[in-house]
């Protein structure tokens, strides 16, 4: 069945709910039993609250179909599920490789949180293909990925990574956020675990957290223990919009697309930008691999400005844009865009781009709109000055 059919009929119990098209947002935390014998055993399809209910498991169930893995966690937010994956594969003494290009709240988890408890992170460059080896070390036990990479979109080599990482029973987990499962499939690419954000596109509406984790069969106990034993639960409301969010994810990810590139082209032909950061553009780092191994792309994407313009200008060009708001997170109805610049906390590689850097999410505006507002923008950012000011 297509993408499309698929999306209509996952995690649906019609027939459980009086024929009613969606499952109703089951809140509670006490299940009841009938007997003795039912409590001591355990015997009820739903025990307890923290252990599942028809809301939780209709998109749990549903995410499992559409990632093709063995099961799914959810999590109340993306990073809690990028640190539920993280738990469910560490013990204490483990070491870990982390790509330099990695989500900067994952960076700090890895080296603050996870460092407390014994656990030793290496990050590395996103773009060093499969070659591995020499960071590897007796007890590494996880490679984690994110491609494209946050903020700078390098693609990794994937198959690569897993493959090396399984000829040595190292798990691997992959941030999967910016493609979700319908443009990048993680677990056929040999990953054992994928996180979600679907706070992001699956949410599509700004209006919601939430993580979700799939993992395939080897690394699926492990991580559904590690969930079991923190409780850490989306609430009904947040699953049931997020089920809503579903039904939809492949015609707002096909918009998102289209704009995404039409508004990439248009800024790349602009005067004040000097490279275009989208993995559907030769420009970008990995490209190739995207286009081996993606089947399509988001609407996210960044651009690097022309050196020499002040920050005093690019506050002017930000501060009064009309359509564009400046803020964090993506996937949602709505156009976003916000400054950013990594040269603080990169390790294992040197982002040093001479201009301003700029991330933008293309939302449902028209493209025409979006334009104008940038192009008035860009017209703020490139207005000859005072000599002090454009220096
Ligand atoms: C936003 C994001 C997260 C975190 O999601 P939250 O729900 O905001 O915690 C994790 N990874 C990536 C790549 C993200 O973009």
Known sequence: MGIGTRLSKL???SDEHFGFINTPTYRGSTVLFKTLDDLEHGRARYTYGTAGSPTVESLESAWTSLTGAAGTVLCPSGLGAVAMALLSTLKQGDHLLVPDSVYVPTRALCSGFLARFGIETTFYDPLLGGDLERLIKANTSTIFLESPGSQTFEIQDVPRITEFASRRGIKTIIDNTWATPLLFCAHEHG???AVEA???YLSGHSDLLLGLVSARAQAWP???KTHQSMAMLPGPEDCSLALRGMRTLHIRLKEAQTRGLEMARWLQAQPEVATLLHPAFPSCPGHALWKRDFKGSSGVFSVILRPGFTR???ADMLDHLSI??????????????????????????RWNPEGFALRLQIGLEEPDDLKADLRAGLDRLSAPGSAAEDR
Do not use: H, N
């Open 312 to 314: 005093e200008r690019l």
């Open 198 to 200: 679907g706070t992001k």
């Open 191 to 193: 990953c054992d675990v």
């Open 324 to 349: 564009f708001g400046m803020g964090y997170s993506w996937g949602g109805f709505e156009s976003l865009i916000i400054p950013f610049d990594c040269r603080e906390y990169r390790t294992a590689t």
């Open 222 to 224: 492990a991580l559904k």
């Open 11 to 13: 995690g649906r119990m």
